[in-house]
Nanobody
Framework: QVQLVESGGGLAQPGGSLRLSCAAS????????MSWARQAPGKGLEWVSS????????YYADSVKGRFTISRDNAKNTVYLQMNSLEPENTALYYC?????????WGQGTQVTVTS
């Protein structure tokens, strides 16, 4: 069955960086776009970024554009989210999803906390 396992979350200071990873299995990874979304405490799910199965095409929410970078390694069945210049407002549970326009499966999430 489809499995998406996120890792790399943790505690960061404002202005710091974290790199999230999502290891995928149970489907042909290179055939699917992949996405990241997040849910902050008390708020709904917010789309963050997506990448087509063609690794050259990426998409970002305005709130993260220029600070976050999505990438993928089809040989490792893994999608990444490099997060730089982190802000306290980026504190959330970050989820990896299979798909781009429509998310078919979600991982369990990895917590990112940005605080001084």
């Amino acid at each position: 069955q489809v499995q998406l396992v996120e890792s790399g979350g943790g505690l960061a200071q404002p202005g710091g960086s974290l790199r999230l990873s999502c290891a995928a299995s149970g489907f042909t990874f290179s055939s699917y776009g992949m996405s990241w979304a997040r849910q902050a405490p008390g708020k709904g799910l917010e789309w963050v970024s997506s990448i087509d199965n063609d690794v050259s095409v990426t998409y970002y929410a305005d709130s993260v554009k220029g600070r976050f970078t999505i990438s993928r390694d089809n040989a490792k069945n893994t999608v990444y989210l490099q997060m730089n210049s982190l802000e306290p407002e980026n504190t959330a549970l970050y989820y990896c999803g299979r798909g781009r326009l429509a998310i078919m499966d979600w991982g369990q999430g990895t917590q990112v906390t940005v605080t001084s």
